[in-house]
């Protein structure tokens, strides 16, 4: 396997209140450009349900409800080794660096979505950036087992570090 190098800026400004972090891009991320864009990934579904809106479909709308919402959104990993989309076969991970975006925002909570994202940035970030990440389940089709309304549950505590 050779390295995947993240391309994907993350999005964010100096009103962003909480920071949502995912592993590293899909491939189908990777071609489009943008985070989550998979058809079959719930990560906008499930955050369009969480406020109470329609889905936001292209990258200028996603971007236009991140900024609305005070979402900060980038991935834990600047580059790695990895099979297709599967986290379990992550190898030679390097983290980003998030100063910027501590420096500009004013962050209130880390979430990180799935486990290995989680655990990438306990291991690697919390220490530095003095902020332990709070678990969302994946929005991955390989979540297959939690249904739309359990993940939209889980995310709901978004809301309350967005007030």
């Given at each position: 396997?050779?390295?995947?190098?993240?391309?994907i800026?993350?999005?964010?400004n100096?009103?962003?209140?909480?920071l949502i972090?995912g592993?590293?891009?899909s491939p189908?991320?990777?071609e489009?450009g943008?985070?989550?864009?998979?058809?079959?990934?719930?990560?906008?579904?499930?955050?369009a349900e969480?406020?109470n809106t329609?889905?936001?479909?292209?990258?200028?709308?996603?971007?236009s409800f991140?900024?609305?919402?005070?979402?900060?959104?980038w991935d834990?990993l600047?580059s790695c080794?990895?099979s297709g989309a599967?986290?379990?076969s992550?190898?030679d991970?390097?983290v980003?660096?998030?100063?910027?975006?501590?420096?500009?925002?004013?962050?209130?909570a880390v979430?990180?979505?799935?486990?290995k994202a989680t655990?990438?940035?306990?291991?690697?970030?919390?220490?530095?950036?003095?902020?332990?990440?709070?678990?969302?389940?994946?929005?991955?089709?390989?979540?297959?087992?939690?249904?739309?309304q359990e993940l939209?549950s889980?995310?709901?505590v978004?809301a309350?570090?967005?007030?």
């Amino acid at each position: 396997m050779k390295p995947i190098i993240h391309t994907i800026n993350p999005v964010f400004n100096k009103n962003s209140k909480i920071l949502i972090l995912g592993t590293m891009p899909s491939p189908k991320s990777r071609e489009v450009g943008f985070y989550y864009s998979h058809p079959q990934n719930r990560f906008w579904k499930t955050i369009a349900e969480v406020f109470n809106t329609t889905i936001p479909l292209t990258v200028e709308e996603k971007e236009s409800f991140l900024y609305a919402a005070r979402i900060a959104l980038w991935d834990v990993l600047a580059s790695c080794k990895i099979s297709g989309a599967d986290d379990n076969s992550i190898k030679d991970a390097v983290v980003n660096d998030f100063s910027n975006i501590f420096e500009i925002a004013n962050i209130k909570a880390v979430f990180t979505t799935g486990k290995k994202a989680t655990d990438l940035f306990k291991k690697h970030c919390e220490k530095k950036y003095g902020t332990a990440p709070i678990y969302l389940p994946s929005t991955s089709p390989a979540n297959c087992k939690m249904s739309q309304q359990e993940l939209t549950s889980a995310y709901r505590v978004i809301a309350d570090y967005i007030k």
